[in-house]
């Protein structure tokens, strides 16, 4: 199975009941080869519209904080969620959504092979990085697992909400740029 044919699968999934309330499945966007993948909670309403992840004001957000440290989705990274489908009224996705979708993310890491996945919230970094992962506390730090570095910064919705933590966010973003100069060999 190829890459594409991955994604045509995924987007007849039926694993789990938010199938029953998508419009779209949200399967990612970026770069193929992408040594840097971030992963967010899952799909809001304008993603689930559009069927690509953070293209909401969440995502305008994102996209600025990218710029800044000259990573571009169409070009050197690469953006997924926890999971695909969009919870109902945006509610946090359900340990049993998150462990049915989560075989779709691992597929997606195999063939993209990434050397740093940056954790977008709380509900990735628990996800991936620990259960009990405190965003607060160890945003910007990396953690390395398996071969490859693990980091978490504020979800930009929060950083929306709360825009006192922005300069946390940059911070974590320009240590972000030293790590990828320092590991990956061909994003900048
Ligand atoms: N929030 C997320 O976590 N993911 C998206 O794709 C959009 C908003």
Known sequence: ?????????????????????????????????????????????SEDEKGQ????????LLDKYLFAIDLDRSRNCYIANIVKCRPPQNRDPLPEEREACMPWLREQFRFIR???IVCLGRIAAQSMIRPDFAITKEHGQFFEKGGTLFMATFHPAALLRNPAQKPEA??????LRDKIREVCGHTY
């Open 53 to 60: 992840p953070f293209v909401g004001r969440s995502g305008q």
């Open 114 to 116: 990434p050397k740093i």
């Open 170 to 175: 940059f911070s974590d973003f320009a240590v």
């Open 1 to 45: 199975m190829d890459f594409a044919e991955l994604k045509q699968e995924c987007l007849v999934c039926r694993r789990c009941p938010l199938c029953k309330t998508r419009t779209n499945v949200v399967f990612g966007q970026g770069a193929q080869d992408a040594e840097v993948l971030f992963v967010g909670e899952g799909p809001g309403q």
